[in-house]
């Protein structure tokens, strides 16, 4: 009995101690806050949020993958020229220490599953990072080289590899899409809002959506990647009632804000995109779409010198009528932005002839491309300042960074993502599988035909979303294939 007294008493003690140190700790955290607010400092209220993402880091993950996925479309950039230096807050302090993170469990304890190393589309990702890191090596900018491919580490890592394990988990693929596009409704609501004031206007479209987005560009590519994953969300019979209203109302958000965009390249995007699901529904054999591009592109050298003409003859700029501004994609004489990037992709290619092998390093295009310009393609908006951006496409800048390699690797990223996407909507026996594997790809085609005209991966708005929708499409194809019952998917209606 006196050993029991004695050992509820050395409990109570002990828990006296803990609860006077916990006391204590939190009467100089108030009062120290107390002073430094006096002293207009603020930083140590951020220290009881640095402990909770902390403990997340080590203990869920996944939690914070979500919430980086939640906090990207409302990040801020903060660009410093002077020192060639742009971080976006506070998604990429968060991916730089999931990055961290990884390559010590990587050295520590290695729990990764050997089939994400296996597959095709981890090898290509792989290898077009090894030859980025030579490009590195052999950059005329090395210190601009290695930032770019440290910025393309921690998006990969963390939205790639660890995203398949996230997705292995079929519930984290919806909270996935949800987490990104939420923050986004509400940057559309302030983008619309903001357009109202200047009475919806094509110039005001370009920039009301800063600070969030740079400009209407890559705002329009992220509309148009999600809104055939929200197409699928909402026809598909697989989701309840509720999942299926709410999921068309956030459809007709993107759909609006992506017309107010005034993003010519999206709307192309999207058009191709269903192009693309007429010929996977209809089941058109590749053979007919060989010989249909073949033919395409005879007709087109045959009369390429009455196409350019008729080209060169659209005077029709950009307009805030919608079959006008259409008109204007086609406009290359009058038409800035279209003039603008004629000249960069120019540039691009005499860069690549200058170095086809290495490149000039990845990272490099805008701070070394003002020489190849030529007096005669240059616009209003041309600059020699290098801050006006990059090669506005995912194609020709990797082509003058990297050099023919760094081509062929896009190439392939697209390639095998295509091919994994098809072959999880062909072999799935569930109709969520199913349906996610080509609402997904469809997302991604939006994204890499718009890669033709822009290009976004060096940010974390498009880089989070597209990594993302990447590694659901290869977990799928790990994870997900034999799944044959709607029960064993939580969440779906059997």
Partial sequence: ???????????LVGGNVKITVLYLLSVIFIGLNCYLVYRQTYWLLMLPVLLVILYLYFYALDVILLLIAFLTPIALNITQFEFNVGISLPSEPLLFGVLVLF??????????????WKHP????IGLQLMWMLIACITSTLPLVSFKY?????WFVIP???LGIHLFSNMSNIRKFIWAYTIPLVGVIFYTTYNHSLWGFEEQAGHWVMEPFYND???YGAVLALFIPVFLGFTFSGVYSRTTRFFSFVVLCILMTAIVLSFCRAAWLSLGFAFGVYFIVIFRIKFKWLASAAIIFGFIFYLFSFQILDALEKNKQDSSKNFVEHLRSISNISTDASNLE????????????EDRPVFGYGPGTYQFEYAPFQRAEEKTLISTNAGDKGNAHSEYIGPLAEQGFPGLVFMLAVVGSMIVTA????????????????????LSLITYFFHGTMNNFLDTDKASVPVWGMIAILVAMDIYHMGIKKPGEIPGVEK
């Fill in 121 to 124: 589309m981890t090898i290509i």
């Fill in 149 to 153: 491919l440290l910025a393309r580490l």
């Fill in 159 to 161: 939205f790639y590899v």
């Fill in 103 to 116: 390559f010590v469990k990587l050295i520590y304890d290695n729990t990764t599953d050997r089939r994400i």
């Fill in 1 to 11: 009995m006196r050993d029991k007294l004695a050992e509820i008493k050395s409990y």
């Fill in 216 to 218: 209407h560009t890559a």
């Fill in 422 to 441: 098809m072959r999880v909507y062909r072999r799935a026996q569930n109709r969520e599988v199913k349906m996610l594997s080509l609402s997904v790809m």
């Fill in 341 to 352: 990037r004629i000249n960069r992709w120019q540039s691009a290619l005499r860069m690549f």
